[in-house]
């Protein structure tokens, strides 16, 4: 979409198949050329003056047929596509698909083994909370997870809502071997605000970059 015209993706936007199928077709190119083999397939936001609950229905057909789509170009690059519920309280009042159990429901019915779920834990706490039991429910659908505090949207060891190092230990045990994507706001330098990182290393016996002490 275009997001100097307020467009957050167009998966969902009834009318607009054809400028999601072109946006599909360059987001492909460019992942191919960087080597990213994951694209982020984002629904787009409730029309502007549309009531929600009365194009609900609309814009999640067009987000399936839209999906499929999506999905059978993705299969033929070996490439995922990815759904992400973005909360509607705080970050955009008018984004269409907004909780994890709404995303699964809808990847259900897309029926698509390389679609898979985006799960912002930012997001799912300010929409649903109850995050340890929502990631295990969710597990065997998540194909990237997304972290940043709540409600500042800083650095996981910022003051706020969610206890990280418990969080890391449950992506541990339930075997989470992906990537994790720090979406979040430094609150000042950048790589200052990475201690947290290396924080976490130490307390897996890493060294700086993610060596084990062990292997030297």
Known sequence: GDQEAGEMGLAAVPGRQAAFRQGLAAAVQYA???????????????????????????????????????????????????????????????YFLNTPHQAAAILEKVGRPNLKLQLDFFHCQIMDGNLSRNLETYFPLIGHIQIAQVPGRHEP?????????????????????????????PKGDTLEGLGWLRSYWESRGLQHGGTSKAAE
């Open 157 to 185: 060891d910022s003051p706020g809502e969610l206890n990280f190092p418990y969080i890391f230990k449950l992506l541990e045990s339930l075997g989470y071997t992906g990537y994790v994507g720090c979406e979040y706001a």
């Open 32 to 94: 191919k050329a960087v080597g990213c083999p994951r694209i982020h397939l984002m629904a787009g936001r409730v029309p502007q003056g549309a009531d929600r609950a009365a194009v609900a229905g609309e814009m999640e057909t067009t987000f399936i047929e839209n999906l499929r789509y999506a999905a059978d170009v993705l299969a033929q690059e070996d490439m995922i596509g990815l759904v992400e519920p973005i909360n509607n309280r705080i970050t955009d009042p008018r």
